[in-house]
């Protein structure tokens, strides 16, 4: 009988240990004794990245982005097609789009170097993104880490999650309110298109049809975005200060010169008018939303404890 008692007692207490790791919860010391050094390798590749290509911090974030906004952050973003598999790279929102895979592809390296099988690509791409909105003069947020890599991807929730540039305001309230955002802090987080550039397909319904769009600045966009052909022809999302995180944007969209349809429909005698002029005088308030919110779409579905895997290479399962 004590021999039963001692083997269920063990067992329970497996069990209970079981759950505790697959229950895990992130943490900002997670790595700090099983590599030390993860956030200054990734900071310092991402602001070699960002020296070299002052979009990359734009690239980074939006990365992060698309990858949490799909089945949470597990990096399945980062997954290549393969046989028998079908990766998110082909969706609509990130085909001929989404870049900094080989920036990614390079802090896997360095950290692999350093702590072999440790870091998960989900947490430096989070890392990653953070670090490329600083570099560009934006705010800073802490990190909980912890996060582990997903085996899968989903090519149709990419292609139905993600929201668009032709959403109208009430869609993206819905979208963002679909993963737990409130409207201000879809308000603060389209400040993302403070920095970085678009592609003519994403903003030429806008230059050509939309009314509530300044002239000039209409006119300027048609030069380089015909209503044919240039799909993938460049322009900024904030045509000011394009390589700077700060709130022009805002400022921007109450001027009428928001990019994309999407970007205009917080200004446009709604219900985020209030908040985009809130953010467009006080940069202080903007960074702090921002800030806040990004921390709280960082955690959203992480894997933690025993689901997922530690990916040897960000680009496949191991």
């Known amino acids: 009988m ?23 919860q992130l943490s900002a010391n997670f790595y700090n004794t ?36 799909v089945n949470g952050c597990d990096a399945s973003v ?23 895979f080989d920036v990614i592809d390079n802090i896997k390296t360095l950290v692999e170097g350093s702590c072999p099988n440790i870091v998960s690509c989900s947490d430096i791409l989070s890392v990653a993104a953070r670090d490329g909105v600083v570099a560009v003069g934006g705010p800073s ?23 668009g540039p032709g959403l109208n305001l009430n869609a993206l309230i819905t979208s963002f309110s679909n993963k737990g955002f409130t409207a201000r802090e879809m308000v603060a987080l389209s400040g993302s298109h403070t920095i970085g550039q ?24 048609r030069a380089n975005c015909p209503r044919s052909g240039g799909d993938n022809n ?18 921007n969209l109450i001027g ?3 990019l ?36 709280k779409m960082s955690n959203l579905s992480p894997l933690t404890g025993t689901n997922g895997q530690i990916r040897r290479n960000c680009r496949r399962t191991n």
């Open 260 to 295: 994309l349809h999407s970007d205009q429909e917080l200004f446009n005698n709604g219900t985020a008018d209030a908040q985009v002029r809130a953010y467009s005088t006080n940069s202080a308030a903007f960074f702090n939303d921002f800030a806040n919110a990004m921390v």
């Open 34 to 69: 099983t590599c030390p050094n993860l956030l200054t390798i990734i900071r310092n590749a991402v602001n070699s990245a960002v020296s070299s290509d002052t979009r990359m911090g734009a690239s980074l974030l939006r990365l992060h982005f698309h990858d949490c906004f």
């Open 198 to 221: 678009a592609r003519c397909t994403t903003f030429r319904g806008r230059i050509y049809n939309d009314t509530n769009i300044n002239g000039a600045f209409a006119t300027g966009l």
């Open 256 to 258: 009428l010169r928001g």
């Open 78 to 100: 980062l997954l290549d097609d393969r046989t028998g598999f079908t990766g998110e790279k082909t969706a609509g929102p990130n085909a001929n789009s989404l870049r900094g």
């Open 234 to 251: 460049l322009a900024p999302l904030d045509n000011v200060s394009p390589a700077r995180f700060n709130n022009d944007y805002y400022r």
């Open 2 to 24: 004590a021999s039963f008692v001692s083997e269920f007692s063990t067992r329970l207490m497996l069990v209970l240990l079981l759950i505790g790791v697959s229950n895990a």
């Open 141 to 163: 947020w802490a990190v909980a880490l912890g996060r582990r890599d997903s085996t899968t991807a989903s090519l149709n929730a990419a292609n139905t999650q993600i929201p």
